[in-house]
């Protein structure tokens, strides 16, 4: 049975359009992101923060893309969705297929059935938005872990007490991930998360 358009992966196109980052924040305005709070401002101030730190770790234009446009269909964590991921062929209009795909597979993966094997190159994603599960390639499993520690890190620097309530767990599973990071994202995920736990208010 062939795939559901909305679900299978658009063909990769071999680099992004030409002005995607001033496509995507376009799009984010206009769908209304920066009217949404986030930790450390609004949730276009985290996304391009979460672009930022993938550039500081030597992320590819289209990686860097994914992490500007990361939450566009909502997340297994942050519920709000900007675009119905039906939709998937307008993002790849703005930001190319490459990019685009990596935004889809970070909205659509099922946070707690995928994570804890995600080390494992033979173990699934679990897709919540079809409910089905399928492999991933290393260079995917790569893209996860980054946006994943991209985002992660910038709720810690930003919330002091998602750090202090998270970071534990967080750098147990970053460690579990090790080898799927690039050396700078692993640098920060240390600093980071060991940091030492900010003093209660008294």
Known sequence: MPESPTTAPITTAPTPPAGAADGALALLNRLGAAAIAHPGGNLVDHLQRVRSQLAAWGARPALQLAGLCHSLYGTDGFPAVLL???????????I?????EAVYL????DRGATYRDLARADAPFHDRLTGRPHPLTAR???DLAELTAANELDLARADLAFRDERGAGLLELFTRWRHLLSPGAWDDCVAVLSAPAHPAPR
């Open 140 to 142: 995917r499993r790569r």
């Open 96 to 100: 190319g297929a490459e990019a685009e």
């Open 84 to 94: 119905p991921h039906e939709r998937r062929a307008e993002l790849a209009s703005v």
């Open 106 to 109: 970070y909205g659509a993966c």
